[in-house]
């Protein structure tokens, strides 16, 4: 990268000192510093001295990218010659592939999660679009990316679902989004009967079973509406741009599990409690977990063994496997890993648990027909009805072009308003902000692409790289701090890392566009190449989020 050439000259030229060189403070203007106080014991001088003799001694060498290097302080500053810089940057900014890396491994990122017969609520929508924007910075790193989702389609859940549905013709339902509503009042009615009347309760243990052990007198009905949930998550990973390189479900790892924990029964890892099976943490400052639970069956901590077994054997070598899971699984991870580690040293270090915080909405409205459950698709209908209703309806465009780009601005609002914060922050969604076009938004984002698309199909010339006025070259600067975001966003698995950078240069671009003239300006190629360069890289920027760019809104 033409950055990385300045860095590695400035390097040289420091010799022996080059490891104090840093990125320094927003205050001070240079483009690389080395402070000097850790060397001031050492030479027994104070350290403006040594910035001074150093500056002095390092100016001596001859520069290419380098246009000064100057004592100010303590620090010696390195300046870049940003008239040879500016040009190299925007032709690489330029590139379809700018900033990506040459990586290597192979990391499982394993997302979303839902569980059939219940609703795809909020905090799903959260973990898909934190999952897959994990997913896109790390494949542009250069690493090789499996995306996996781990379904649960057994378990004391679906035996409510069942129960509710009672002796219920589900033949005569019609259409996914009324059988959802159906699935999601059996289950309430389920879970609300296993509460409150103990009947209730012991027949819907009686299903349970009946589920495990394939009893044909439920397998019907189960197959029947685990497909109906299947479809309805299908169409919610169409929406958000996510495809899936593996389903994983709890029904194909429920026996592979309970074998493995009666393997490590017999090892000593996990041993026998009151007709259980279990995990006693307590030598390794860990909680205590049922992997068998009194009746025979395996329990989510067996099936996550039965899971790992899959994931390290199905894939080859696997260099690390991210589950994108809730705060409240954290104890749940640190003794699944830590048995599985036990079993076998292959899983050793080899998997993270990356949490993402909760989520509500700020104004304390829900979906009146979910109660206290805010369905995922209700959330992104909500926003496509505001971006819609706000600004796309009022627009001189087909009405095609005008879904498209409410649909798209929905998709980007949601993504935006989750990514923009840590991954672990609580979030309270707001939904009048999050589609709106001003401020930290992502449809101000797309906007401002759309914007750089609709001055470069009105200008009359084409662009070219040249020299650039002072506010130009400040562009060029953020432009090239692009593959250093990127690479570090990939690194630390923090998606908002980019979220931050873009919305960054796109309020630095608009700053750009009203103050200065582009088309029919004297400069115009050059500053079309600036555009071109600015549009590409927030491009990039919202397909790391998983946002769709626009060339139009």
């Known amino acids: 990268m033409t950055l990385e050439k300045f860095r590695e000259e400035s390097r040289q030229i420091a010799g022996n000192y080059n490891t104090l060189l840093e990125t320094p403070p927003k205050e001070i203007k240079a483009d690389l510093a080395m402070p000097?106080?850790?060397?001031?014991?050492?030479?027994?001088?104070?350290?403006?001295?040594?910035?001074?003799?150093?500056?002095?001694?390092?100016?001596?060498?001859?520069?290419?990218?380098?246009?000064?290097?100057?004592?100010?302080?303590?620090?010696?500053?390195?300046?870049?010659?940003?008239?040879?810089?500016?040009?190299?940057?925007?032709?690489?900014?330029?590139?379809?592939?700018?900033?990506?890396?040459?990586g290597k491994g192979k990391v499982i990122v394993e997302f979303a999660h839902p569980n059939t017969h219940k609703l795809f609520h909020i905090g799903h929508l959260r973990n898909i679009i934190t999952g897959e924007s994990v997913a896109r910075m790390l494949e542009y790193s250069g690493v090789k990316v499996i995306r996996a989702n781990y379904q649960g389609d057994v378990g004391l859940h679906i035996a409510k679902c069942l129960w509710g549905i009672g002796k219920e013709d589900v033949k005569k339902i019609k259409g996914l989004d009324e059988k959802i509503r159906f699935l999601g009042k059996a289950y309430a009615k389920g879970s609300k009967s296993y509460e409150e009347d103990e009947n209730a309760k012991k027949e819907i243990i009686e299903i349970n079973a009946k589920i495990y052990k394939k009893d044909p007198g439920i397998m019907k009905l189960w197959q029947e509406t685990r497909q109906w949930s299947l479809d309805y998550f299908a169409r919610i990973y169409g929406r958000v741009y996510t495809r899936y390189d593996r389903l994983f479900f709890e029904s194909e790892v429920a026996e592979k599990g309970l074998k493995i924990s009666q393997d490590a029964l017999k090892k000593g890892i996990?041993?026998?409690?009151?007709?259980?099976?279990?995990?006693?943490?307590?030598?390794?400052?860990?909680?205590?977990?049922?992997?068998?639970?009194?009746?025979?069956?395996?329990?989510?901590?067996?099936?996550?063994?039965?899971?790992?077994?899959?994931?390290?054997?199905?894939?080859?070598?696997?260099?690390?496997?991210?589950?994108?899971?809730?705060?409240?699984?954290?104890?749940?991870?640190?003794?699944?890993?830590?048995?599985?580690?036990?079993?076998?040293?292959?899983?050793?270090?080899?998997?993270?648990?990356?949490?993402?915080?909760?989520?509500?909405?700020?104004?304390?409205?829900?979906?009146?027909?979910?109660?206290?459950?805010?369905?995922?698709?209700?959330?992104?209908?909500?926003?496509?009805?505001?971006?819609?209703?706000?600004?796309?309806?009022?627009?001189?465009?087909?009405?095609?072009?005008?879904?498209?780009?409410?649909?798209?601005?929905?998709?980007?609002?949601?993504?935006?308003?989750?990514?923009?914060?840590?991954?672990?922050?609580?979030?309270?969604?707001?939904?009048?902000?999050?589609?709106?076009?001003?401020?930290?938004?992502?449809?101000?984002?797309?906007?401002?692409?759309?914007?750089?698309?609709?001055?470069?199909?009105?200008?009359?010339?084409?662009?070219?790289?040249?020299?650039?006025?002072?506010?130009?070259?400040?562009?060029?600067?953020?432009?090239?701090?692009?593959?250093?975001?990127?690479?570090k966003a990939a690194e630390e698995l923090k998606p908002n890392i980019v979220a931050n950078y873009v919305f960054e240069l796109a309020s630095m671009f608009n700053a750009y566009y009203h103050d200065e003239k582009i088309i029919g300006s004297k400069d115009e190629a050059e500053k079309l190449a600036l555009v071109a360069a600015v549009k590409n890289v927030i491009g990039i920027c919202l397909n790391l989020l998983g946002i769709k760019p626009l060339e139009k809104m």
Not at 66 to 94: M, Q
Not at 310 to 329: A, N, R, S, Y
Not at 374 to 388: R, V
């Open 270 to 487: 996990l041993k026998e409690s009151d007709g259980a099976v279990i995990f006693d943490g307590e030598p390794h400052g860990l909680d205590k977990r049922v992997f068998i639970n009194s009746l025979g069956f395996p329990t989510y901590e067996a099936k996550e063994l039965g899971l790992a077994e899959l994931e390290f054997t199905e894939f080859g070598k696997i260099d690390k496997c991210i589950h994108v899971v809730g705060p409240e699984q954290a104890s749940f991870f640190k003794v699944t890993f830590k048995v599985e580690e036990l079993l076998d040293q292959k899983y050793k270090d080899k998997q993270l648990h990356l949490a993402y915080g909760w989520v509500k909405l700020r104004d304390g409205k829900m979906s009146s027909r979910l109660g206290n459950v805010i369905e995922g698709e209700w959330l992104l209908q909500e926003l496509k009805k505001a971006i819609l209703g706000n600004y796309v309806a009022k627009e001189d465009h087909d009405e095609n072009l005008k879904e498209e780009i409410a649909e798209a601005g929905a998709i980007g609002a949601a993504k935006y308003y989750f990514l923009k914060y840590g991954t672990a922050s609580e979030i309270s969604f707001d939904i009048k902000e999050a589609a709106s076009l001003e401020g930290d938004t992502g449809p101000y984002l797309q906007y401002t692409h759309a914007r750089a698309a609709s001055i470069l199909r009105k200008a009359g010339k084409e662009p070219k790289a040249g020299g650039l006025s002072e506010k130009e070259t400040g562009l060029a600067r953020k432009l090239a701090e692009f593959p250093g975001a990127a690479q």
């Open 36 to 102: 000097c106080f850790s060397l001031a014991r050492e030479l027994r001088k104070a350290p403006q001295e040594i910035a001074v003799s150093l500056a002095k001694e390092f100016s001596k060498n001859k520069f290419t990218l380098i246009k000064e290097i100057k004592a100010e302080g303590s620090y010696v500053n390195f300046y870049a010659n940003w008239d040879k810089l500016s040009e190299e940057i925007i032709t690489s900014a330029s590139e379809k592939e700018y900033g990506k890396g040459n």
